[in-house]
T-cell receptor, first 116, second 113 residues
């Protein structure tokens, strides 16, 4: 089965440090989402890309978060500086969309971030 | 606003009974409605999806129904088994050309043996 690969799987960092999470979407997928999951907020959309272009990052705190897709095989989510309230599981999901038609999205295994 | 409401937040059923989870959305332009199952500590996995050109879709013990007029869609699980215990999320696409996927708040389903 094709998989979305996320690294690292776990990250513990001190408050104020920079954190970078990486996602390799499934080959051929043209859409990538970043979601944050906490117990209180469910699956919260942070940012997403289609054909590597950022389409919506309205859910992302702009002062400390940034998302990029330097090429079709890599999406990154960066937090600088990190804060304890950023502790959560960060999921990447990829899928294919064309002509307004969605073909389903596959999630990666997530990065569990703990900021102490 | 761009939100998907999901009910109930928790659901407990006896093995063999049916379970129904309901969601509502607000954008009449939404046309794609997937359902995901997430087991503890694992990633959400797509179990079934429906598009706005059909009213119902079945896959073995699971089915999804869509009422476009009322902007409701529901997940039905029949003959529940303990391995169906998980958190289930509904989602809908919003935003016209940007077509982003917004999730409901999840339903914790517990199937009692």
């Amino acid at each position: 089965d094709a998989r979305v690969t996320q690294t690292p799987r776990h990250k513990v960092t001190e408050m104020g440090q920079e954190v970078t999470m990486r996602c390799q979407p499934i080959l051929g997928h043209n859409t990538v989402f970043w979601y944050r999951q906490t117990m209180m907020q469910g699956l919260e959309l942070l940012a997403y890309f289609r054909n590597r272009a950022p389409l919506d990052d309205s859910g992302m705190p702009k002062d400390r978060f940034s998302a990029e897709m330097p090429d079709a095989t890599l999406a990154t989510l960066k937090i600088q500086p990190s804060e304890p309230r950023d502790s959560a599981v960060y999921f990447c999901a990829s899928g294919f969309m064309t002509g307004g038609f969605n073909y389903g999205y596959t999630f990666g295994s997530g990065t569990r971030l703990t900021v102490v | 606003g761009e939100n998907v409401e999901q009910h109930p937040s928790t659901l407990s059923v006896q093995e063999g009974d049916s379970a129904v989870i309901k969601c509502t959305y607000s954008d009449s332009a939404s046309n794609y409605f997937p359902w995901y199952k997430q087991e503890l500590g694992k990633r959400p996995q797509l179990i079934i999806d429906i598009r706005s050109n059909v009213g119902e879709k079945k896959d073995q013990r699971i089915a999804v129904t869509l009422n476009k007029t009322a902007k409701h869609f529901s997940l039905h699980i029949t003959e529940t088994q303990p391995e169906d215990s998980a958190v289930y999320f509904c989602a809908a696409n919003y935003g016209g050309a940007t077509n982003k996927l917004i999730f409901g708040t999840g339903t914790l389903l517990a199937v009692q043996p």
